[in-house]
């Protein structure tokens, strides 16, 4: 369907800094660190936390206390009286948490709700269950992050052979073609840079965390980013025997949150900090690839959300992805038609990293700044995720 209640307010919005897992926010809880952020970015907002009705709060690794989660977040934030909704749908996690915020808002569910999106990569969970028929009962064991990076139950196969995979299928993509993606996406990530991050300050905030017992600290700008040349990409080596990516040419595991709210018109233009500005939220798109070949979602779910919305990609002004491998991108723009050197301006979780839950936010963030930058239009995010599905968001900025 097509969303036409569905509001995002101008700057109704923020994104942490990511860090590189085992970083500056490896031993934070990231539930509490969240809604902490989220908290204090209300406040710099002079907002009161007690306006939402609802809150959908996006998380995918386990924390303590995760039983609790989207009711405890939003009274950490400051929201006691409002109950949430916990959705763990792996990197669609925050495309998820705004459809379903746009469909209440359709149906007159609510008028104002606010999305949390946050993930922990570092120090995943290990979990253990009893299993008294294992051999001296031994139980069975799981490392949350390790071993589900390693291999899908349903795929068989690790994150990255899903991509090689659809490289052998489409054909054409090689090494070479994914290290000048990968450095071209190294370049637009430096022009959000550009006059001491004039495009990321449109949307970041810092997150404020421990340093160590006695002291807390502020983070203020993305950790652990790896410079990029040309050079050094040609010289690393495919990570699978026969393969295009190597090491440099994928993401990294990461620590973050973001949250927006979405809300209806007339709620958004009171909460914007420009009026002028409508963000709206057009449709939604989801899809599942065949076995083992993830990267080849995003194409259908963008299909999709662009039939939904009445759209042509050709009147596209900004697509925006998730983009694990460097392939995704490439297998994304031979299939749709569009210029892959063109897409992802000012950044991508290619570069900044993936900490699953708030890397769509963050990529939406910026990609409706950009439309801002450009006098409006419509923009498209899309990504894969988790068992070969993808999902896309197809918004419009007046």
Request: aromatic share 10%; proline share 5%.
């Amino acid at each position: 369907m097509m969303y036409s209640k569905a509001f995002i307010p101008y700057r109704g919005y923020f994104s942490s800094p990511f860090a590189r897992w085992q970083g500056s926010l490896q031993n934070e809880n990231a539930i509490e660190l969240g809604a902490a952020t989220a908290k204090r970015w209300l406040a710099a907002r002079n907002m009161d936390a007690k306006m939402f009705e609802y809150l959908f709060l996006g998380k995918t690794i386990g924390q303590l206390h995760t039983f609790y989660a989207a009711p405890w977040a939003a009274a950490l934030m400051g929201a006691t009286d409002i109950p949430g909704c916990h959705i763990p749908q792996a990197c669609s996690t925050s495309t998820t948490c705004l459809s379903q915020a746009a469909a209440g808002m359709e149906t007159g569910l609510y008028a104002n709700v606010f999305c949390l999106m946050t993930d922990r990569a570092s120090n995943g969970p290990f979990t253990v269950w009893p299993n008294p028929a294992g051999p001296g009962g031994s139980p069975v064991t799981e490392n949350w992050m390790m071993d589900n990076f390693a291999q899908d139950p349903w795929g068989g196969v690790a994150m990255i052979q899903t991509a090689e995979n659809v490289v052998k299928q489409a054909g054409g993509i090689t090494k070479e073609d994914c290290d000048a993606v990968t450095y071209r996406r190294y370049e637009q990530y430096q022009d959000a840079l550009v006059n001491d991050r004039e495009f990321q300050q449109r949307y970041m905030f810092p997150v404020e965390y421990k340093k160590d017992k006695k002291k807390t600290t502020l983070l203020e700008a993305d950790e652990g980013i790896y410079a990029t040349t040309r050079e050094a990409l040609a010289k690393l080596q495919p990570v699978v025997e026969g393969g295009v990516h190597s090491f440099g040419a994928q993401t990294h595991p990461a620590d973050g949150n973001c949250g927006l709210i979405v809300c209806t018109r007339e709620k958004a233009r009171e909460l914007s900090t420009d009026s002028n500005i409508e963000i709206q939220i057009v449709s939604y798109g989801f899809a599942r690839a065949p076995k083992a070949h993830m990267a080849m979602a995003p194409v259908p779910a963008a299909r999709m959300a662009l039939e939904k919305g009445g759209v042509d990609i050709k009147d596209v002004k900004a697509v925006k992805t998730h983009n694990p491998f460097a392939a995704n991108d490439l297998y994304l723009a031979n299939e749709m038609n569009i210029n892959v050197m063109k897409m992802n301006n000012y950044g991508c979780s290619l570069i900044y990293g993936h900490p699953q839950g708030p890397t769509a936010g963050r990529t939406i963030m910026e990609m409706v700044e950009e439309l801002v930058m450009l006098g409006g239009g419509y923009g498209l995010f899309t990504g894969c995720a988790a068992g070969d599905t993808g999902a896309a968001l197809l918004v419009k900025v007046s």
